[in-house]
């Protein structure tokens, strides 16, 4: 298969006599790992290169804001677009004629390259800019649907959109859906992939796994992630600092046989805790031993992968007079498990888990059928 960055021989006409600027990461590479930004310099006039959480050269942990500086490698001009602004201004437009986007994304709604997309494109529409996306797999596949739609209560850079927390469209797909139904109505061209079907996964493809942050090391990583990212905003360690972020939730406190008890409960088919201790060298309980669980996907097809981690929450929840769900990070914003849940109602137990899941059995409904309009490729 090829992704949209091994197509451009046929959207030549697109940047031709046109001044370029690029959103990218590490992870805007072809399959012989050449840098898309090394593949644009040879084609076209780049202008401008954009960075997003981590960097161009993803040399950054999460959170770190970036000024704007010269690239070594390039000495094109870097504006981060996970500093003072998100969105591009008009001065960091004003040397370009199209914006490319090409990074990886890991199919859930809590990561933030969507909006530095979004973003990106309502700044093309306000000034008058083209805008590309060079697609990429969905590395949780095409199809599957999992969680609760946003509430715009809640939106924030972890989630802006009425997305599920698993929403099965590609980068370029995205950005299509994006663009029409919350009315962003920029220049939009998506160069699509070849060879890609809805129903693979990032390991189907056949492709080298480039870390499109630091902490989702494999393509495997982004199966638990979609479950056990909420525990960002808990007093829990999600392995940051591990070899297995996403995959490790503990706590010095964490009682992991009667977790494993009662997670095992629910009866979960395709996914397995297990016993396991570990000490994060950064983040959370920095080098404290932490009892803890390992959160094993067994079995890709059958996973209700987001309901799951929310009961895993709640029991460990239930369980420990411990547990605390963070404070906001500024007075008078909402905590950050709010955001990354996308609404309340589980740090505030409004409803139990039945109802959850009956509202994510609706939401995948909704967002099932809406999501069709926008399929760029098949089963």
Not at 45 to 73: C, M, W
Not at 100 to 107: A, E, I, R
Request: aromatic fraction near 12%.
């Amino acid at each position: 298969m090829k992704v949209g960055l091994e197509r451009l021989e046929y959207y030549g006409h697109l940047f031709e006599n046109k001044r370029v600027g690029l959103i990218t990461n590490p992870t805007g590479v072809d399959h012989d790992f050449r840098s898309t930004i090394d593949i644009l310099m040879e084609k076209v006039k780049v202008t401008a290169l954009f960075s997003p959480e981590h960097g161009i050269r993803g040399n950054l942990q999460a959170g770190v804001h970036l000024e704007p500086y010269r690239d070594e490698k390039t000495g094109v001009m870097v504006y981060s677009l996970y500093g003072k602004t998100r969105k591009p201004t008009k001065e960091m437009l004003d040397d370009i004629d199209v914006l490319v986007f090409d990074m990886q994304d890991v199919g859930a709604r809590f990561y933030t390259y969507l909006y530095t997309m979004a973003y990106a494109m309502i700044a093309c529409q306000a000034y008058g800019k083209k805008f590309v996306v060079l697609d990429r797999p969905n590395p949780l596949g095409g199809v599957g649907v999992e969680g609760n739609l946003l509430d715009l209560d809640f939106r924030s850079f972890v989630g802006y959109y009425e997305l599920p927390q698993r929403y099965g469209l590609t980068i370029g797909e995205l950005a299509g859906m994006f663009n029409d139904v919350y009315h962003i109505s920029c220049d939009l061209e998506v160069i699509p992939m070849e060879g890609w079907k809805r129903e693979m996964d990032y390991q189907m493809t056949g492709r080298h796994w480039v870390l499109p942050s630091p902490n989702i090391p494999t393509p495997a990583s982004v199966y638990p992630y979609v479950s056990t990212c909420i525990f960002e905003g808990t007093n829990l360690s999600e392995g940051r600092g591990t070899t297995k972020p996403f995959e490790l939730i503990g706590a010095p406190w964490l009682k992991s046989e009667e977790v494993i008890q009662a997670f095992s409960a629910y009866g979960f088919k395709g996914i397995v805790l297990r016993k396991h201790c570990f000490t994060p060298m950064f983040s959370k309980h920095q080098g404290e031993l932490c009892a803890g669980v390992e959160f094993y996907v067994t079995d890709k097809q059958e996973p209700n992968l987001v309901f799951a981690g929310m009961v895993l929450l709640k029991i460990i929840k239930d369980l420990h007079q411990e547990f605390e769900f963070l404070p906001p990070f500024r007075e008078g914003t909402h905590r950050f498990i709010n955001l990354l849940v996308g609404d309340d109602f589980l740090s505030q137990d409004v409803i139990d888990l039945e109802k959850i899941k009956e509202k994510m059995d609706a939401d995948r409904i909704a967002f099932s059928t809406l999501k069709e309009k926008y399929h760029l490729y098949a089963l």
